[in-house]
């Protein structure tokens, strides 16, 4: 004759044991609480929403940042705010740049697909930090021809030289397309 085991009855009452456990654990039923403002940030259906993406530098390397803007932002405009440097927010979360000020100014125009970017020093004195926030800010600006920023050639032109030619690489790294004469 087989008999019926005990082990199912003891499971059944574990448990219920633990079920009671959880339910008494202490911690007293609660109203809801007060959760501050409405989220700011978060766009409204239908509305336009705008952002320039630059790059930065942090402890890892080139680090793009999305500024909200009142609209489309062009590579001049781009350019301008990158050599403004990081706001105070984003050193805050140990942003910098590699940029160094430029007298004489940055000169940039845009065609169809391409950035050419005017510099008064060698680019060649540039830490390869600064010439990546230099043509992947550039690249990611509203450009003619909409291709996405990996294709967009960037070409900085120093003093009288022949331009480097390079594209933005999706790290935030620039890297020579093999168009340009490069540096001396």
């Not at 456990?21 to 609480?33: N, Q």
């Not at 405009?77 to 050193?91: V, Y």
């Not at 990996?150 to 022949?162: G, N, S």
Request: with cysteine; hydrophobic share 40%; proline share 11%.
């Amino acid at each position: 004759m087989i008999r019926p085991t005990r082990p199912r009855g003891r499971a059944a009452t574990a448990l219920a044991l633990a079920l009671l456990a959880l339910a008494g654990c202490g911690i007293p039923p609660t109203d809801p609480g007060v959760a501050g403002g409405p989220a700011r940030g978060i766009q409204r259906p239908g509305a336009d929403s705008h952002t320039a993406r630059l790059i930065f530098v942090g402890s890892s390397g080139p680090q793009a940042v999305a500024r909200p803007v009142e609209g489309p932002v062009d590579a001049r405009e781009a350019m301008d705010l990158l050599l403004d440097g990081p706001s105070a927010a984003e050193r805050e979360r140990g942003l910098f740049t590699e940029v160094p000020p430029m007298s004489g100014g940055v000169r940039v125009t845009a065609t169809e697909g391409a950035v050419d970017v005017y510099i008064p020093m060698k680019a060649s004195a540039l830490p390869v930090a600064a010439v990546s926030q230099l043509v992947c800010t550039a690249a990611n600006a509203d450009i003619p021809g909409d291709r996405p920023p990996a294709e967009v050639d960037v070409r900085i032109f120093e003093e009288k030289r022949y331009p480097w030619q390079l594209r933005c690489g999706d790290s935030g790294n620039a890297y020579p397309t093999g168009g340009s004469d490069g540096p001396d």
